[in-house]
Structure formats: C-alpha cells, structure tokens
C-alpha cells in the first residue's frame, strides 16, 4: 500500500558529494517521519538522519554524530519526498543507504507502519 522509491547513489571520491533522494507513494494518509539509515557490510544497520513529525511546519531533525556538519536532511511535505544531502564524503560512509518511511495509510491510519526502501548503495572511494 505504501512504496518507498530511492535514487541518488554511486561512486564518488573522498571529499565529494552526493544527494540521496527517497519519494513515498501509494494510499497515505499522513508521514510521521523519514529517513535515512545505513548498513556497512559486517555492521548493523545504523541511524544517519531522521524527520519526525515531517507532516508539521516545524519538524524535528536527528543527525548522527558521524555525519553531523557534513550531512543535512531535508523534506518536500506536498510529495512525500526526503533528501539527504551528503558532503565531504570518507571512505567510512560507504554503505547500502535505506530509507525509512512512517506512514500512516488508509489500511492503518490512526496508526502508523514502518515502511523501508530497496536500498541504494553509495561508495567513497579514489
């Protein structure tokens, strides 16, 4: 009922950037929250940067400490779409980057359900 649909990731050398977006789609009645999350291979799957209350006109943002001041979050309420803004990029952000949709559809609402992208993969590396 609800997908969430990726783009944005590839090859970049150390120091570069990339912008992740992430478009949420299908019979939603209201976004709680979107994000971004990473997996490393090896390692578990690790917050990066969340909006909660994204439907609201002050939102509130989380940053992991390992990207904050190099990586910004951002959304477009009308579609449903966030952004993840990704600079000075290391060698150690390489990872599968996922977004993470909160959603509340018509199937669920007033509840919400947790609904993840395929996953876009994002190497830094020369």
């Known amino acids: 009922q609800v997908q969430l649909v990726e783009s944005g990731g590839g090859l970049v050398q150390p120091g570069g950037s990339l912008r992740l977006s992430c478009a949420a789609s299908g019979s939603i009645v209201s976004v709680s929250a979107m994000g971004w999350y990473r997996q490393a291979p090896g390692k578990e799957r690790e917050l990066v940067a969340i909006?909660?209350?994204?439907?609201?006109?002050?939102?509130?943002?989380d940053i992991a400490d390992s990207v904050k001041g190099r990586f910004t979050i951002s959304r477009d309420t009308p579609k449903s779409t966030v952004y993840l803004q990704m600079n000075s990029l290391k060698p150690e952000d390489t990872a599968v980057y996922y977004c993470?949709?909160?959603?509340?559809?018509?199937?669920?609402?007033?509840?919400?359900?947790?609904?993840w992208g395929q996953g876009t993969q994002v190497t830094v590396s020369s």
């Open positions: 909006i909660t209350r994204a439907d609201d006109a002050n939102p509130t943002t």
């Open positions: 993470l949709g909160r959603v509340a559809h018509r199937g669920s609402w007033p509840s919400t359900e947790n609904y």
